[in-house]
Nanobody
Framework: QVQLVESGGGLVEAGGSLRLSCAAS????????MGWFRQAPGKERECVAA????????YVADSVKGRFTISRDNAKTTLYLQMNNLKPEDTAVYYC??????????????????WGQGTQVTVSS
């Protein structure tokens, strides 16, 4: 079993920055790929970025390229999402997730086995 707890969300003005964290515990999470997803009201959940267990980024959504960076610290079993130059359209609940299989690039939610509860990010214009 894996437990995931996101933090770092909040209210920020457009152009600002936030850093999300996802603390993982349970199974040997450091051996698995992880990802950040988001879901805005009335929209489907979408992948923001994904990373392998050794820290290689395998996917970044076009809408956040050049603004968001995914990283991980396996010693701390923590996943991060650095979000810069935030826009109102980035407003959503952000979730971290763990995939225990090694196929796929982590883009699709069906690849993931464990999910956090989410953290709200609100960007004001």
């Amino acid at each position: 079993q894996v437990q995931l707890v996101e933090s770092g969300g909040g209210l920020v003005e457009a152009g600002g920055s936030l850093r999300l964290s996802c603390a993982a515990s349970g199974r040997t999470v450091s051996r698995y790929g992880m990802g950040w997803f988001r879901q805005a009201p009335g929209k489907e959940r979408e992948c923001v970025a994904a990373i392998t267990w050794i820290g290689v980024t395998t996917y970044v959504a076009d809408s956040v390229k050049g603004r968001f960076t995914i990283s991980r610290d396996n010693a701390k079993t923590t996943l991060y999402l650095q979000m810069n130059n935030l826009k109102p359209e980035d407003t959503a609940v952000y979730y971290c997730a763990v995939k225990t299989t090694y196929s796929g690039n982590g883009r699709y939610s069906r690849e993931y086995d464990y999910w956090g509860q989410g953290t709200q990010v609100t960007v004001s214009s």
